[in-house]
């Protein structure tokens, strides 16, 4: 009898080496492309209704991801795409803040050196 310390793939072969770290994907819920849980920020309603930007991805609520276009974020800040996606109405005062990070989004990633 002969025994196999790994399953075999597809092909019959065993697989070896560690197993690749799962990275989670989201959808940028203004224009829909995929990245990186990551690479997006995302935006929370809480469930007293208050809506947040959440940097560390854990706080409770429902959730949206907004990725690092100036355009997606003056979308989000000027029509109800995000306020339907959190199934909230966003205050003025919210999409104020809204257009500011995008700007300052914006200008991060035209001053990042890894880009170049």
């Known amino acids: 009898m002969v025994k ?31 990245d990186s849980k990551r690479g997006l920020t995302r935006i929370v309603r809480r469930p007293d209704g208050i809506v947040v930007m959440d940097p560390s991805g854990r706080l409770n609520g429902r959730g949206a991801y907004i990725c690092d276009k100036s355009s997606c ?31 300052a989004v914006e200008i991060n990633t035209a001053t990042d050196p890894t880009e170049m």
Do not use: M, Y
Request: overall charge positive; some cysteine; aromatic content about 4%.
């Open 4 to 34: 196999r310390t790994s399953a075999p793939d597809s092909q019959g072969t065993s697989r070896k080496g560690p197993r690749p770290k799962h990275v989670p994907i989201r959808t940028c819920a203004i224009c829909r492309e995929k």
């Open 73 to 103: 974020w003056d979308r989000a800040a000027s029509t109800d795409v995000l306020a339907k996606a959190l199934n909230v109405e966003l205050s003025q005062e919210f999409r104020d803040k809204l257009r500011q990070f995008g700007r």
